[in-house]
């Protein structure tokens, strides 16, 4: 949602040009806050396959994309995007040219193009961003008796309840109702249901190699025909590491003009469209996961470290009983009255519990290999590798565990 004290939220409007590329036709606000400037080359990540014209109407679509700006903030782009009908005088005359002969006279022919709708914000609402945006969309479409101005004001005044607040009802002015409710802590992902949707295209198995391979820092690609299934990908990967963070380059929709990004030689999350298949076939250091076909394709270059025993053997089993709840019974002669599965919300809880309760057993004791020198001006830590308990020294997670460890510690420094 749009913190207007923050100053963390644009509205943008982006269509077509006859060359084939996008460019900005209006802005909200039309200058640039002082601690949020316009995010520069927008128009590339709206559409992601290229600018293209079509010969029929399509349907709206939907979808995020994350842009990383110099001080490592991220920017959340909700991008709905519809088509309009344009007149192409330039191809009706090389169709028309035989007709142009009996009457005289040249007949248009109608194509679409598409114009995008952008909602820009630091903030990672992507439900609510639909609501709003879909909103706009009505309003603009169906030529409703509402003052379109009014409603894009309306979203820069509507104020985002801090994290752990209570819910807010808010309107945009046009009859509706829009409920936002924050996450108890600011730094934890919010998933909705992207968690239980990645495990069930691609299973267990295949997640566990996709999430051992981000935490050992090698380079994961998502592919698929759906862009939104590639952010929601994105996005339940990177919460399942969580308490650690990803620092290196995150980029759920990768436009195909920069696709060279994926030779870059530092670890990174990123996905792309199924089109450019043949492209990333070549690539020799990176795991590949296809979200369509629910393969992993994991490179003989590549060394996947594994989870540690028996916490690897748990793990696979706690999340079997959560995402098929019926196995237990599954050999019973007379099984109990099956029970309901569980909704994707809440399935998605689980199983990210699942992974919480994981890294409480892979953290256990970290702070008995701690060493805190206090030194003027600043403190110093020391971390002592041998010191840390098995399931570590077996597992080379060392770089985001060091980060986790330096942020845990400066914050009780600060207090």
């Given at each position: 949602?749009?913190d207007?004290?923050n100053?963390?939220?644009?509205?943008?409007?982006?269509?077509?040009?006859?060359e084939?590329?996008?460019?900005?036709?209006?802005?909200?606000?039309?200058?640039?806050?002082?601690?949020?400037?316009?995010?520069?080359?927008?128009?590339?990540?709206?559409?992601?396959?290229?600018?293209?014209?079509?010969?029929?109407?399509?349907?709206?679509?939907?979808?995020?994309?994350?842009?990383?700006?110099?001080?490592?903030?991220?920017?959340?782009?909700?991008?709905?995007?519809?088509?309009?009908?344009e007149?192409?005088?330039?191809?009706?005359?090389?169709?028309?040219?035989?007709?142009?002969?009996?009457?005289g006279?040249?007949?248009?022919a109608?194509?679409?193009?598409?114009?995008?709708?952008?909602?820009?914000?630091?903030?990672?609402?992507?439900?609510?961003?639909?609501?709003?945006l879909?909103l706009?969309?009505?309003?603009?479409?169906d030529?409703?008796?509402?003052?379109?101005?009014?409603?894009?004001?309306?979203?820069?005044?509507?104020?985002?309840?801090?994290?752990?607040?209570?819910?807010?009802?808010?309107?945009?002015?046009?009859?509706?109702?829009?409920?936002?409710?924050?996450?108890?802590y600011?730094?934890?992902?919010?998933t909705?249901?992207?968690?239980?949707?990645?495990?069930?295209?691609?299973?267990?198995?295949?997640?566990?190699?996709?999430?051992?391979?981000?935490?050992?820092?090698?380079?994961?690609?998502f592919?698929?025909?759906?862009?939104?299934?590639?952010?929601?990908?994105?996005?339940?990967?990177?919460?399942?590491?969580?308490?650690?963070?990803?620092?290196?380059?995150?980029?759920p929709?990768?436009p195909?003009?920069?696709?060279?990004?994926?030779?870059s030689?530092?670890?990174?999350?990123?996905?792309v469209?199924?089109?450019?298949?043949?492209?990333?076939?070549d690539?020799?250091?990176?795991?590949?996961?296809?979200?369509?076909?629910?393969?992993?394709?994991i490179?003989?270059c590549?060394h996947?470290?594994?989870?540690?025993?028996?916490?690897?053997?748990?793990?696979?089993?706690a999340?079997?009983?959560?995402?098929?709840?019926?196995?237990?019974?599954?050999?019973?002669?007379?099984?109990p009255?099956?029970?309901?599965?569980?909704?994707?919300?809440?399935?998605?809880?689980?199983?990210?519990?699942?992974?919480?309760?994981?890294?409480?057993?892979?953290?256990?004791?970290?702070?008995?290999?701690?060493?805190?020198?206090?030194i003027?001006?600043?403190?110093?830590?020391?971390?002592?590798?041998?010191?840390?308990?098995?399931?570590l020294?077996?597992?080379e997670?060392?770089?985001?565990?060091?980060?986790?460890?330096?942020?845990?510690?400066?914050m009780?420094?600060?207090?």
């Open positions: 949602m749009i207007v004290q100053g963390c939220g644009e509205f943008n409007a982006c269509s077509c040009s006859v084939g590329s996008g460019k900005i036709i209006q802005r909200f606000p039309q200058k640039d806050w002082d601690d949020a400037p316009f995010p520069q080359g927008i128009e590339l990540f709206c559409q992601p396959g290229g600018w293209q014209l079509s010969t029929e109407r399509k349907q709206p679509t939907y979808f995020v994309v994350v842009l990383t700006d110099i001080d490592s903030d991220r920017h959340y782009c909700a991008c709905l995007t519809f088509y309009e009908a007149i192409n005088l330039q191809g009706a005359k090389h169709d028309t040219e035989g007709e142009e002969e009996d009457t006279l040249i007949q248009p109608q194509v679409f193009a598409p114009k995008s709708l952008v909602l820009v914000s630091r903030l990672d609402y992507p439900e609510i961003f639909k609501a709003c879909g706009i969309y009505t309003v603009y479409v030529s409703l008796n509402v003052n379109l101005e009014n409603v894009i004001a309306n979203l820069f005044t509507c104020l985002v309840p801090v994290a752990g607040g209570s819910q807010k009802l808010f309107s945009l002015g046009a009859g509706d109702r829009q409920l936002i409710q924050t996450p108890l600011d730094g934890l992902p919010v909705s249901t992207s968690v239980a949707l990645l495990f069930q295209q691609l299973g267990i198995q295949q997640v566990f190699s996709l999430f051992c391979a981000v935490l050992t820092e090698n380079k994961v690609l592919h698929s025909t759906s862009y939104q299934r590639l952010s929601e990908a994105s996005r339940a990967l990177e919460s399942l590491i969580f308490p650690l963070k990803y620092s290196y380059p995150y980029i929709i990768l195909a003009q920069l696709l060279e990004v994926l030779s030689p530092t670890p990174f999350i990123i996905g469209h199924s089109v450019f298949q043949s492209e990333i076939n690539l020799l250091d990176v795991i590949i996961a296809d979200l369509d076909g629910g393969t992993v394709k490179p003989e590549i996947l470290s594994q989870l540690p025993e028996p916490l690897l053997h748990q793990t696979q089993a999340l079997s009983l959560v995402i098929h709840p019926d196995l237990e019974v599954a050999d019973y002669a007379f099984p009255a099956r029970t309901a599965p569980s909704n994707l919300r809440l399935l998605d809880k689980e199983v990210r519990a699942v992974f919480l309760r994981l890294f409480a057993q892979l953290f256990q004791g970290y702070r008995s290999c701690l060493q805190l020198i206090r003027h001006p600043e403190p110093v830590i020391h971390f002592h590798k041998l010191s840390t308990n098995d399931n020294q077996s597992f997670i060392m770089q985001p565990y060091l980060m986790f460890v330096t942020a845990d510690i400066w009780e420094v600060n207090e």
